[in-house]
Nanobody, 124 residues
């Protein structure tokens, strides 16, 4: 079973930046779309950004469109989420996930494989 391991979380002040990483243990990483999700306390899990298997298509939620960038490195089997101009409302557990197929999607049920999550806290 493939494993996804997130890193790079932590605390940052509003307006600051963080970059999350997610490394896949399986060589099939390049065959599937990937995505970042987040879940704040008391809220449902929501899609943040997604990227196709070949990296050619990427989509972001409206709430992060001008601030976050998703990318993937095939040589390192690693997915990234660069987060800039962070806001308090970005505070959440962040999860990376591997999709069922090659197309990108922000739908939770498209993703059968998840990382354990990593905490991001933005303070004012």
């Amino acid at each position: 079973q493939v494993q996804l391991v997130e890193s790079g979380g932590g605390s940052v002040q509003a307006g600051g930046s963080l970059t999350l990483s997610c490394t896949a243990s399986d060589y099939t990483y390049s065959r599937y779309s990937m995505a970042w999700f987040r879940q704040a306390p008391g809220k449902e899990r929501e899609g943040v950004a997604t990227i196709s298997a070949d990296g050619g298509m990427a989509y972001r939620a409206d709430s992060v469109k001008d601030r976050f960038i998703i990318s993937r490195d095939f040589t390192k089997n690693t997915l990234y989420l660069q987060m800039d101009k962070m806001k308090r409302e970005d505070t959440a557990m962040y999860y990376c996930a591997r999709g069922r197929g090659a197309w990108p999607s922000l739908q939770v049920d498209y993703y059968p494989i998840w990382g354990q999550g990593i905490r991001v806290t933005v303070s004012s």
